[in-house]
């Protein structure tokens, strides 16, 4: 069964999420919802399916204007699972875009880099807000 992409609108506590099977994808907004909810079962549902027969190159960006620790851990939980990308020989490549004066979350997007050896390109910017993501 063909895997449709999945569009998940933001709310005030949750990041808009585009998640394409031809393997481009994006989490942008801001992290605060602090329970599991049908949000974050149905991505990772949707990556579960995804990663059985990932594109030859997968891109995520991320850019995020609050991460709280509640997500901050299911967005590790998130790009582990994407790491399988790579045993499969294919390409994963992780974009992460991060306001200049935010070393709170330039250190969680590096401690999660580091804990599962995921490699991650840090682009700084003045104001995320900003960012032309499409």
């Known amino acids: 069964m063909a895997l449709d992409k999945l569009h998940i609108l933001p709310s005030s506590n949750t990041p808009e ?3 394409n099977p031809d393997g481009t994808m994006r989490i942008s907004g801001r ?6 909810t049908k ?6 549902s ?3 399916s995804y990663i059985a027969e990932p594109a030859e190159k997968t891109e995520l960006v991320v850019a995020l204007e609050y991460l709280n620790s509640f997500n901050a851990i299911f967005l590790a939980s998130v790009l582990k699972k994407l790491s399988r990308v790579n045993e499969q ?7 992460w ?3 200049e004066d935010d070393d709170d979350l330039l250190e969680r997007a590096q401690h999660i880099s580091a804990a599962f050896s995921i490699p991650i ?3 700084m910017t003045d104001h995320i807000q900003d960012i032309n993501l499409s």
């Open 46 to 48: 949707w990556i579960e």
């Open 121 to 123: 390109e840090y682009i």
């Open 17 to 19: 999420v585009i998640l």
């Open 31 to 36: 992290a605060i919802d602090e329970s599991r």
């Open 89 to 95: 020989k294919k390409q994963l490549v992780i974009k």
């Open 97 to 99: 875009y991060i306001e």
């Open 39 to 44: 949000f974050s079962e149905q991505l990772m």
